[in-house]
T-cell receptor, first 113, second 114 residues
Framework: DAGITQSPRHKVTETGTPVTLRCHQT?????MYWYRQDPGHGLRLIHY???????DKGEVSDGYSVSRSKTEDFLLTLESATSSQTSVYFC????????????FGPGTRLLVL | GENVEQHPSTLSVQEGDSAVIKCTYS??????FPWYKQELGKGPQLIID?????GEKKDQRIAVTLNKTAKHFSLHITETQPEDSAVYFC?????????????FGTGTLLAVQP
């Protein structure tokens, strides 16, 4: 699991409420990513980070924000949750210095009612 | 931008048979192609990857081939076993630089029948 934990693992929330998902890594990797997974779409990049306080948008960033105040934590916030944000969210880290491969966490299943 | 197409979306094979999953990509600058296996309720796990300077790579029962001219790459699983049943994703990226954005295919559900 590359030392990645995600919390919560499951969440049910109501439309219009803010939601924050946390990704925690134990190996001080510089690059971290948030993806969402939906049937028929595979995994799509929401936001990514290339260092503390350094973040950028991915292909499906609308309605999401991120923060990275320390190397080990990457937070994803749904500012006002909508039903279209019901999905499974995965965090990934990039192992640099070699194959630059990405490794994924266990995921957070979010249901927005 | 890059687009990755993956086929088939579902694949059923008998135990012991071979399985082949194919992906095509659009950006000729892509040079890194990983394959992930995802079991139910878990995150994707890297099973094999290949770079554009290599045409084929093997790891026990799995292999990946790359045709840069045709811009397609394939995952081959030989002597399939029931534990190979999972969803498989291909991906492509332009390696290096400040970021390594992976573009994923839509996945193939592989069912290995005992």
């Amino acid at each position: 699991d590359a030392g990645i934990t995600q919390s919560p693992r499951h969440k049910v929330t109501e439309t219009g409420t803010p939601v924050t998902l946390r990704c925690h890594q134990t190996e001080n990797h510089r690059y971290m990513y948030w993806y969402r997974q939906d049937p028929g779409h595979g995994l799509r990049l929401i936001h990514y980070s290339y260092g503390v306080k350094d973040t950028d948008k991915g292909e499906v960033s609308d309605g999401y924000s991120v923060s990275r105040s320390k190397t080990e934590d990457f937070l994803l916030t749904l500012e006002s949750a909508t039903s279209s944000q019901t999905s499974v969210y995965f965090c990934a880290i990039r192992v640099s210095g070699g194959a630059e491969t990405q490794y994924f966490g266990p995921g957070t299943r979010l249901l927005v009612l | 931008g890059e687009n990755v197409e993956q086929h088939p979306s579902t694949l059923s094979v008998q135990e012991g048979d071979s399985a082949v999953i194919k992906c095509t990509y659009s950006d000729s600058a892509s040079n890194y192609f990983p394959w992930y296996k995802q079991e139910l309720g878990k995150g994707p796990q890297l099973i094999i990857d290949i770079r554009s300077n290599v045409g084929e790579k093997k790891d026990q029962r799995i292999a990946v081939t790359l045709n840069k001219t045709a811009k397609h790459f394939s995952l081959h699983i030989t002597e399939t076993q029931p534990e190979d049943s999972a969803v498989y994703f291909c991906a492509a990226s332009k390696d290096g630089g400040a970021t390594n954005k992976l573009i994923f295919g839509t996945g193939t559900l592989l069912a290995v029948q005992p």
